[in-house]
């Protein structure tokens, strides 16, 4: 098994951009991943688009 990588991504305002760097992740070869979305106090839809990914996803 190959070792995990942790990314994380922090975000403030960032609803134009957050589901495409998500998905960027997400499309990685790796296997074995865990991703950690960090929403910074977000005023837009940042948080809500963080929830609405995958059920795995650790969303601060």
Same mark, same amino acid.
């Given at each position: 098994?190959?070792?995990?990588?942790?990314? #994380?991504?922090?975000?403030?305002?960032?609803?134009?951009?957050?589901? =495409?760097?998500?998905? /960027?992740?997400?499309?990685?070869?790796?296997?074995?991943?865990?991703? #950690?979305?960090?929403?910074?106090?977000?005023?837009?839809?940042?948080? =809500?688009?963080?929830? /609405?990914?995958?059920?795995?996803?650790?969303?601060?």
């Amino acid at each position: 098994m190959s070792d995990l990588v942790s990314v #994380i991504i922090t975000a403030y305002n960032a609803e134009k951009f957050i589901a =495409e760097a998500i998905e /960027s992740v997400l499309n990685q070869t790796h296997q074995n991943l865990e991703l #950690i979305l960090v929403n910074d106090g977000s005023r837009d839809a940042t948080l =809500e688009i963080m929830k /609405s990914t995958r059920p795995w996803i650790t969303v601060l």
